[in-house]
T-cell receptor, first 112, second 111 residues
Framework: GAGVSQTPSNKVTEKGKYVELRCDPI?????LYWYRQSLGQGPEFLIY????????DSGLPNDRFFAVRPEGSVSTLKIQRTERGDSAVYLC??????????FGSGTRLTVV | DQQVKQNSPSLSVQEGRISILNCDYT??????FLWYKKYPAEGPTFLIS?????DKNEDGRFTVFLNKSAKHLSLHIVPSQPGDSAVYFC??????????FGTGTSLTVIP
């Protein structure tokens, strides 16, 4: 597609539930990044994929968070046992050579 | 520990005047710098970038200046237009790795 597509755009879930957030990057972009943005903050890095492998997952806050990119294109961010503090906008970005990211519109996750 | 700082949370400028947004970073290894613009309910949109081998990059009304010795960059918008009203984020990093974002500056251009 022309841009980075993220689905769903909004997700409301109950505390303790499992959620999956999907990112469809720009076709041909080998690098894919997940960021999280809380109110009043800049995007905070979560994980970076180069192809299918996670090149850097140092930003994942704990083991409830996991991300995959099995075919080197679409990526899914998975959050287990969601907590209210997980509420944020989750942003995905893709890049061809590691600079000049293109961001998607984000998924607004609300844990109630 | 904040590696990229935008110390002004907001800025108001009259239409037609210059807007100057500032950003400081701490890591001297950073070699690439980006500015993003964000409207409500949208993801950040890439605006302009600069590599550490340059000290200035210009694109239309937008110019980014980099002072490596001071670890400081700034975005100049001339002339400012009401449609420029948005939150501006600067980001810095090492090419091919994650980028670190500042907390943003909300720019309001007054008609």
């Amino acid at each position: 597609g022309a841009g980075v597509s993220q689905t769903p755009s909004n997700k409301v879930t109950e505390k303790g539930k499992y959620v999956e957030l999907r990112c469809d990057p720009i076709s041909g972009h080998t690098a894919l990044y997940w960021y999280r943005q809380s109110l009043g903050q800049g995007p905070e890095f979560l994980i970076y994929f180069q192809g299918t492998g996670a090149a850097d997952d140092s930003g994942l806050p704990n083991d409830r968070f996991f991300a995959v990119r099995p075919e080197g294109s679409v990526s899914t961010l998975k959050i287990q046992r969601t907590e209210r503090g997980d509420s944020a906008v989750y942003l995905c970005a893709s890049s061809l050579e590691g600079v000049g990211y293109t961001f998607g519109s984000g998924t607004r996750l609300t844990v109630v | 520990d904040q590696q990229v700082k935008q110390n002004s949370p907001s800025l108001s400028v009259q239409e037609g005047r210059i807007s100057i947004l500032n950003c400081d970073y701490t890591n001297s290894m950073f070699d690439y710098f980006l500015w993003y613009k964000k409207y409500p309910a949208e993801g950040p949109t890439f605006l302009i970038s600069i590599s550490s081998i340059k000290d200035k990059n210009e694109d239309g009304r937008f110019t980014v200046f980099l002072n490596k010795s001071a670890k400081h960059l700034s975005l100049h918008i001339v002339p400012s237009q009401p449609g420029d009203s948005a939150v501006y984020f600067c980001a810095a990093g090492v090419t091919g790795n994650q980028f670190y974002f500042g907390t943003g500056t909300s720019l309001t251009v007054i008609p």
